[in-house]
T-cell receptor, first 118, second 111 residues
Framework: GAVVSQHPSWVICKSGTSVKIECRSL??????MFWYRQFPKQSLMLMAT?????????EQGVEKDKFLINHASLTLSTLTVTSAHPEDSSFYIC??????????????FGPGTRLTVL | GDSVTQMEGPVTLSEEAFLTINCTYT??????LFWYVQYPGEGLQLLLK?????DKGSNKGFEATYRKETTSFHLEKGSVQVSDSAVYFC??????????FGKGTLLTVNP
């Protein structure tokens, strides 16, 4: 149980294009979803917190117009990297927190999306 | 804000050796504590957690005890396997369910 999927698992795009990453909770409803960025051999950096039906809350230093987050339903959140540039290349990981039942204090992570911007 | 200090790696062990990865934290209130594991090229998997003082989380032979008096949550395993090779992250759950992570510890287990 508590499975979170991400799509795509990897993507390569040209500089200036936009890329959308989906995060789905497959067997539970997620009140809250989180988006992280991870650089090689480093820890996870929280980018934003997303609550269903409301605007995402971004961490300091994260450009909200660059990283658009939509949490349209209790099982789906999307991250769109707009006008991507090589410095946006990274491993993006989402997590989801159940709204009820087991582990409401626990985040369950997706497998991550490797973004490479050429 | 919350912070996590985690033993720096890398840690290299032989199969069946004893493992300890130290983790201490600073946080207000009574946070939940977590250990996550990340295999190469993958996201994080919850390994174990503890939600209150003196709780022991355990899974797959790994254990960690929530020690409020020492603000620690050290990860232990009595006999590691090659398949345990991964990066281990200690984390503390703060307000609004946000997680603060340690820097991660790379464990390599050799046969």
């Amino acid at each position: 149980g508590a499975v979170v999927s991400q799509h795509p698992s990897w993507v390569i795009c040209k500089s200036g294009t936009s890329v959308k990453i989906e995060c789905r909770s497959l067997d539970f409803q997620a009140t809250t979803m989180f988006w992280y960025r991870q650089f090689p051999k480093q820890s996870l950096m929280l980018m934003a917190t997303s609550n269903e039906g409301s605007k995402a809350t971004y961490e300091q230093g994260v450009e909200k117009d660059k990283f658009l987050i939509n949490h349209a339903s209790l099982t789906l959140s999307t991250l769109t990297v707009t006008s991507a540039h090589p410095e946006d290349s990274s491993f993006y990981i989402c997590s989801a927190r159940p709204g009820s039942g087991r582990g409401t204090d626990t985040q369950y992570f997706g497998p991550g999306t490797r973004l490479t911007v050429l | 804000g919350d912070s996590v200090t985690q033993m720096e790696g890398p840690v290299t062990l032989s199969e069946e050796a004893f493992l300890t990865i130290n983790c201490t934290y600073t946080a207000t209130g009574y946070p939940s504590l977590f250990w996550y594991v990340q295999y190469p090229g993958e996201g994080l998997q919850l390994l174990l957690k503890a939600t209150k003082a003196d709780d022991k989380g355990s899974n797959k032979g790994f254990e960690a005890t929530y020690r409020k008096e020492t603000t620690s949550f050290h990860l232990e395993k009595g006999s590691v396997q090659v398949s345990d090779s991964a990066v281990y992250f200690c984390s503390v759950g703060g307000s609004n369910y946000k997680l603060t992570f340690g820097k991660g510890t790379l464990l390599t287990v050799n046969p």
